[in-house]
């Protein structure tokens, strides 16, 4: 199984690509691939944009990269509520290519945190009503509240216990349906 681990961030320091970094090192011999939206930054979508260049290359390799996964890990930072910036422009131009949806229908792991109680809510909450219209295939989603006091950021681990196996227990169910599908 391909296991595709995506933070909705172009932060260096962001905390959701630590959190999607620990939760793809906890698949035994999938192989993983972390990715940074940085090299897919690309200009703000806009139609006329479009007309004059088509969809940038950066969105065409992003959806490759879906594409060729059996599993995503997408961990969403919220940024007013929503997703950040730099998430919503790929996934704006990825939604332009042609006869496609964004995720293809790979199912996903939906994951957030944030340094307050809410544990990015508002954006699982946008991103799971909004995905789905989208090819997104969200078979769990994970939350984790106060991000400083519940990763462990020396071991890059989640330090609450009941968190990390809920997160644990999630995956385990999640590799389970996919080793069901690949037979």
């Known amino acids: 199984m391909k296991v595709l681990a995506i933070a909705g961030s172009n932060s260096d320091a962001s905390m959701n690509r630590q959190l999607v970094a620990y939760a793809s090192s906890l698949f035994d011999h999938e192989e993983v691939e972390v990715i940074d939206?940085?090299?897919f930054e690309m200009p703000i979508y806009k139609h006329e944009r479009e007309l004059a260049g088509g969809v940038p290359q950066e969105a065409k390799d992003f959806a490759s990269k879906i594409d060729g996964a059996d599993l995503l890990l997408v961990s969403l930072p919220e940024?007013?509520?929503t997703y950040s910036t730099a998430?919503?422009?790929v996934f704006d131009w990825v939604s332009r290519i042609?006869?496609?949806?964004?995720f293809n229908q790979v199912p996903m792991l939906l994951m957030s945190t944030s340094?307050?109680?809410r544990g990015g809510a508002g954006v699982l909450e946008a991103a799971s009503k909004r995905f789905p219209s989208h090819g997104g295939n969200i078979v769990e989603t994970f939350s984790l509240p106060f991000f400083n006091d519940n990763f462990d950021k020396a071991a890059?681990?989640?330090s609450n216990d009941e968190k990390d196996s809920e997160l644990?227990?999630?995956i385990k169910k999640i590799a389970a349906i996919e080793t069901l599908l690949e037979k």
């Open 156 to 158: 890059q681990k989640i």
């Open 98 to 102: 042609k006869d496609r949806t964004v």
């Open 115 to 117: 340094p307050g109680g």
């Open 79 to 81: 940024h007013n509520g």
């Open 168 to 170: 644990k227990d999630k």
């Open 37 to 39: 939206l940085n090299p």
């Open 87 to 89: 998430f919503k422009n």
